[in-house]
């Protein structure tokens, strides 16, 4: 069984994929597009297999008919997170750490929210972590209904058919085929780049303010030169 080099093999796109198929695949996809516990799963290496297995005809289940039903599993997994996050409200940022909880996360896809709009919630579903927030924050932040869906169907489209099409695109090169694992780690790190560039900015940021924050208030002035000349 080939695993995946960057978590545990039962996180392997293949081995999921073999052991659950495309329902298994769909319940995913669900949960990582709107659920607080999805965040951990490989949602752009899981469609990436997919198709590339389709295609190989190693998963027996129509193309297109898989490519409708994630995007349809996408779309709804967002709207269950607007929902949720509809109803918890500011609560969701006062919640304390847990293993399957970090406030940074919340506090990542707030920001990535408010940077970028409406729009967010098309770019967030190619960033993973930031996949499974952001709708949570869209319905905290009390987004328009219908601005919401609308964003929410052009991405959960775009993202659910592009990853699985450019899987089974490939899936027809042989080196695909012998490099498969190789592929799918590339495609990890590819996803996890925009978190890498983002903390990178914050923290070279939060390092300019650092630098350009004045001294502390009511610590005494150092004399001047001329003053202690003067004094002598």
């Known amino acids: 069984m080939m695993t995946l080099a960057l978590g545990p093999s039962w996180l392997d796109p293949d081995h999921l994929l073999n052991t659950f198929g495309i329902w ?117 932040s009390g987004m328009r209904y219908r601005s919401f869906i609308t964003f929410n169907v052009i991405g959960g489209i775009l993202w659910g058919a592009g990853v699985t099409l450019l899987g089974s695109w490939l899936g027809n090169i042989e080196f695909v085929h012998k490099n498969i694992e190789a592929i799918l780690i590339l495609i990890v790190l590819v996803s996890v780049v925009p978190i890498a560039i983002e903390f990178l900015r914050a923290k070279r940021s939060a390092k300019r303010e650092q630098n350009a924050a004045p001294d502390a208030p009511g610590a005494p002035a150092a004399p001047s030169q001329r003053g202690r000349h003067a004094r002598r």
Do not use: M
């Open 24 to 140: 298994g695949l769909l319940l995913i996809v669900f949960a990582e597009s709107g659920l607080l516990i999805g965040f951990f799963l490989p949602g752009d290496s899981l469609l990436f297999t997919c198709g590339l297995l389709i295609t190989a005809g190693t998963l027996d289940f129509p193309l297109w008919g898989a490519i409708g039903l994630i995007c349809l599993a996408a779309i709804l997994g967002d709207q269950a997170g607007y929902i949720f996050g509809k109803k918890v409200g500011p609560s969701l940022f006062k919640r304390p750490d847990s293993k399957l909880f970090k406030q940074e996360n919340v506090q990542k896809a707030h920001e990535f929210f408010e940077k970028h709009g409406p729009k967010s919630l098309v770019l967030a579903r190619f960033v993973p972590i930031v996949r499974t927030f952001t709708p949570i924050i869209a319905g905290v």
